[in-house]
Each structure stands twice: as structure tokens, then as C-alpha cells.
């Protein structure tokens, strides 16, 4: 599993407790890639971890979490109070990543900018949008993130993060998930631990059944296009439990498993964060 642990201020960084503690500031910068999911931890006894002044939530142990937007740039500050009571600071540099372009039959999506609005479809679109916000605005605090992730599928990829989606010839929002194309009715497995918090099988116009799973602390995982959705809202769900099973429902050119991941409605790349995927073992079945 590709991981960027950031250990802040072991015990070698020369703390010392001092009658009154003055703030440090630690000069080497943390660097990331746009899109990425950063894990580190803090000493035992750190506490109010924040990302530019908003509050980090992190475990009992020290372990934090936080998303870097595609389209982030330049630096940002994290900041937090050391064991012996220091105010610590450390810059996060952002690199830039290498986007694919990626481009899709005109028929997918309207291409006319002069048709006339459909008040139906945008409500039911609204109403789809809304469920979804809906369902990532619910967060466990149990830290389910923690464990190593799991391939949800295994199959052909099909499509990465971040590439940029041209319809026709209609540049259209980036692709903020990792594409896993597979027989229909292959089995799609938790690759986290999680709460169910959305399992739809609407079909959603673009998505087609969706489960959005809750890893806690703000990391959120949607899977798309499914043909058959296993797990209930609210069902507690293990890693490697099977939840559904891959389908070509919604805005999709063949069966695939659609896996975005968010944390805190910031779109990540799930990718850096696996293992190399094992054998196809796809196990398709009749619906």
C-alpha cells in the first residue's frame, strides 16, 4: 500500500519542557500530490490540530487524516500544540499531479447549450445531488479509516482520478474516482469499514444505484453504476463484506465499478492508497 505516513515531532525533534514554551516552527515542508490522501500521526499529548485554522480531527493516538484538492496549489499551514504546550507550525506543499485526458462519446451529455431548460430533470437531479450531500454530511467519529485499504473489485482500470473529461468535443468536469471495469455482476466489497449512509437503487440519472459507506471522520466512499446494491442504510458493514455488484446503470459505456472517495467533500484519489491488485478473481453472477 502506496501511504504518505507524516510522523510530526517525535521525540528525536528536541522538545524540551520550558517554563514558557515558545512556538516552533518546524522549517522542512511537508509535500503532497493534488488529489492526495495524507495519513500522519502526532506525538501522544498533541492536541488541536488544524489545516489552515480548520480543526483536524484526529485519534487517541495521534492518528490524523486529511484530502488535498485536485486542483490545490501553491502551500498550506498545519498547525497544532505540542505535548509540552508549544504552539507548532509546519508548511504542506502541494505538487502538481499528471492528468490524463479522457474522452467520452458526445451522447452522454447534452451537447446543445441552446436546449431549452427541463425543470423535471433538474429537479430530480437536485433531489438526487441533495440525497448525496446528505449522505457525506453524516460522520462517524469512529476512525474506521485506519485499517490498510482494500481493492474493492479487481478488473480492468478503466479510469483514474483526476483526468479530464471531454465529451464530444465539450470539456466537462475532471474524473474524481478510480474506474475498475469488470463483468456485470461482479462482486463489489467494502475495501474500508464503514456505515452505510446512502444505498439507492433509484436508478440516480447519472450515477445509477449508488452506496456512499462512511469511514468516519470525514472519509466518505461512493460506488457507482452498480447493478445490485447488498447492504441497507445504517447496516454496519466489515472490511471485505460485499456490498454490491458492478452494473453499467446511470451515465456509464459498460459495466464498471465507479470509487470515488472524499473526506470532508474534498475528492481524493483512492488509488495511492492500495496495495497491488491481486489476481481477477471476478465472480460474475446472474441478477
Known amino acids: 500500500m502506496r501511504m504518505l505516513a507524516i510522523p510530526l515531532l517525535v521525540a528525536s525533534a528536541g522538545i524540551t519542557a520550558a517554563a514558557s514554551p515558545l512556538p516552533l516552527e518546524i522549517a522542512e515542508p511537508l509535500v503532497v500530490r493534488q ?35 485536485r486542483d490545490a496549489t501553491g502551500s498550506r ?20 499531479g499528471t492528468w490524463d485526458i479522457d474522452r467520452l462519446p458526445a451522447r452522454l451529455v447534452n451537447q446543445n447549450p441552446n436546449a431549452a431548460p427541463n425543470p423535471a430533470w433538474e429537479a430530480l437531479r437536485k433531489a438526487e445531488t441533495d440525497a448525496v450531500k446528505a449522505a457525506r454530511a453524516e460522520t462517524s467519529p469512529w476512525p474506521f479509516w485506519q485499517a490498510a485499504v482494500q481493492w474493492p473489485a479487481t478488473g480492468r482500470i478503466s479510469g483514474v482520478f483526476g483526468s479530464q473529461r471531454i465529451y464530444g468535443e465539450r470539456a466537462a468536469a475532471f474524473h474524481a474516482g478510480l ?31 449508488i452506496i456512499i459507506l462512511d469511514h468516519g471522520q470525514g ?3 461512493a460506488f457507482l453504476h452498480l447493478s445490485r446494491i447488498l447492504v441497507k442504510p445504517g447496516e454496519i458493514v466489515a472490511q471485505g463484506q460485499e456490498i454490491g455488484r458492478i452494473g453499467t446503470t446511470g451515465r456509464s459505456t459498460g459495466p464498471h465499478l465507479h470509487w470515488g472517495m472524499t473526506w470532508h467533500g474534498v475528492k481524493v484519489d483512492p488509488q495511492p492508497l492500495l496495495p497491488p491488485m491481486p489476481g481477477k478473481d471476478a465472480t460474475p453472477a446472474n441478477d
Open 179 to 209: 474506474d475498475i471495469a469488470a463483468p456485470h455482476g461482479t462482486l463489489v466489497k467494502a475495501p474500508l469499514p464503514g456505515i452505510v449512509r446512502l444505498a439507492s437503487d433509484g436508478p440516480f440519472s447519472l450515477e445509477g444505484n
Open 219 to 221: 472519509l466518505h466512499s
Open 35 to 69: 488529489g492526495e490522501l495524507v495519513r500522519g500521526v502526532l506525538p501522544p499529548g498533541s492536541r488541536a490540530l488544524t489545516l489552515d485554522d480548520a480543526p483536524v480531527t484526529f485519534t487517541n493516538d495521534g492518528h490524523y487524516m486529511l484530502g488535498i484538492d
Open 77 to 96: 499551514q498545519l498547525a497544532w500544540i505540542t505535548p509540552d504546550g508549544r504552539r507548532a507550525r509546519r508548511s504542506l506543499t502541494i505538487t502538481p
